[in-house]
């Protein structure tokens, strides 16, 4: 035995050297998993942000919801309701495009003909069968409803849809896009009449409504709250709202991953 060596084992007893080679392995294996899960996330095969599929019906949301200004439930009509939000079966359509409506002799409408209309002659009664666009994978759960009634906006999670000709993936909708709401979730609160507006802003809109409302719910003045927030350096805009609708709601959106992954 080389007598430096020898020296060493006197001053360490030997688990020490097991000791600091099984923390080694340790760091080196999660150190891999961190770096494995990073290069999952963010592959291009794995972000769907741009995903447009081309639909049966070449369906327009920034005609119908953009110009003709039809509110999102009109179409989406579980959205509030339900954990998932629903796509308008072809009656619905069928109240506007049927004959003597609404461009009832459309190429572009063809399949929508097939499905309703029994004297059309490639009458066949099937549905419209939509390409999905959003997909959360199985192993993660997700609730319009309890999004919807908290003040969370479609435009957060699906983008300017009623300026899209065809809808695409606006948002990265990751784990890392949940948790950032999650953690400061006052950056995005709005109040319930406006979760379809799409083009609402803070800052434009309606400050003494605001107030106002807020007031009377909290049975105060609104000088009171006026003055409370000019003291906290509070300007009027998105984190002024969303912490008065945070606290009102008494939001706490969780980050437990057992939350998310039931
Ligand atoms: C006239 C009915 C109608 C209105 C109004 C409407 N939609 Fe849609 N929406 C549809 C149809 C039909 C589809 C499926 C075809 C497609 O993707 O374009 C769809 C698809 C979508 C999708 C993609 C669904 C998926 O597969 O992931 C989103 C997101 C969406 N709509 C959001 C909205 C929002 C937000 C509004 C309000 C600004 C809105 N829609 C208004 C009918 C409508
Ligand atoms: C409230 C009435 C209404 C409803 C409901 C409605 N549309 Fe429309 N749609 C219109 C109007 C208005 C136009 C524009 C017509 C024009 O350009 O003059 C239009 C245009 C279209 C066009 C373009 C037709 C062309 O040849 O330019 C398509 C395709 C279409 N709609 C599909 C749908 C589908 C699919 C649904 C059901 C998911 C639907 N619409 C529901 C009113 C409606
Ligand atoms: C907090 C994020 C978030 C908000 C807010 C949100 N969505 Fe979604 N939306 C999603 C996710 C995630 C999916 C994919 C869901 C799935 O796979 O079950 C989705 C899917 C959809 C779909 C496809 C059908 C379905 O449920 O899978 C439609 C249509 C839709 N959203 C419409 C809307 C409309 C309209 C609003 C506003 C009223 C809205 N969403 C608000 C995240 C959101
Ligand atoms: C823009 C903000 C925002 C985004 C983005 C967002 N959330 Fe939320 N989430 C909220 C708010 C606000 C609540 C309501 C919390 C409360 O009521 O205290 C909530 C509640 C939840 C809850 C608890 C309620 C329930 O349904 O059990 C779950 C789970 C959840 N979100 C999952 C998700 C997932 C998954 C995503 C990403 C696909 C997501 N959230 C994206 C703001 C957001
Ligand atoms: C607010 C909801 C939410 C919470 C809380 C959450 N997750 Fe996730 N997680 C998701 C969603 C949504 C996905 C799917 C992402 C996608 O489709 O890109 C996901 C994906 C994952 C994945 C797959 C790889 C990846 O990064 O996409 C792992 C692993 C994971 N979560 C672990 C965890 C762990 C561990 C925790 C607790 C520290 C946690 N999650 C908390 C929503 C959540």
Not at 40 to 60: A, C, E, H, L, N
Not at 75 to 82: A, D, G, P, Q, Y
Request: aromatic share 10%; charged share 20%.
């Amino acid at each position: 035995m080389p007598p430096d060596k020898a020296k060493m084992g006197n001053i360490f007893p030997n688990w020490t050297n097991w000791l600091a080679i099984k923390v080694l392995i340790c760091l080196g294996a999660m150190g891999t998993a961190i770096i494995a899960l990073a290069w999952y996330s963010w592959t291009p095969k794995y972000t769907r942000v741009g995903y447009m599929p081309q639909q049966p019906i070449p369906f327009d949301h920034s005609l119908h919801a953009g110009q003709l200004g039809m509110d999102c439930r009109y179409c989406h009509s579980f959205v509030e309701n339900s954990s998932h939000s629903n796509l308008p079966a072809a009656e619905l359509c069928w109240n506007c495009h049927s004959p003597g409506k609404v461009k009832s002799d459309s190429p572009k409408l063809e399949l929508l003909r097939q499905a309703m209309d029994p004297n059309y002659e490639n009458y066949t009664g099937e549905p419209i069968r939509w390409v999905q666009v959003h997909e959360t994978p199985d192993y993660a759960y997700f609730n319009h409803s309890a999004h919807v009634n908290r003040g969370v906006s479609c435009v957060e999670c699906h983008g300017r849809v009623d300026e899209m000709p065809v809808v695409y993936h606006a948002k990265s909708l990751s784990m890392s896009f949940c948790l950032d709401c999650h953690r400061e979730p006052e950056k995005h609160l709005r109040p319930l009449d406006q979760i379809t507006n799409l083009a609402w802003e803070a800052e434009e809109s309606d400050r003494d409504a605001f107030y106002a409302k807020l007031a009377s719910s909290k049975g105060v003045e609104v000088s009171e709250l006026q003055s409370a927030d000019e003291k906290a350096g509070m300007e009027w805009g998105q984190e002024l709202i969303g912490k008065h609708l945070r606290e009102g709601w008494a939001v706490n959106p969780p980050q437990d991953c057992a939350a998310c992954h039931r």
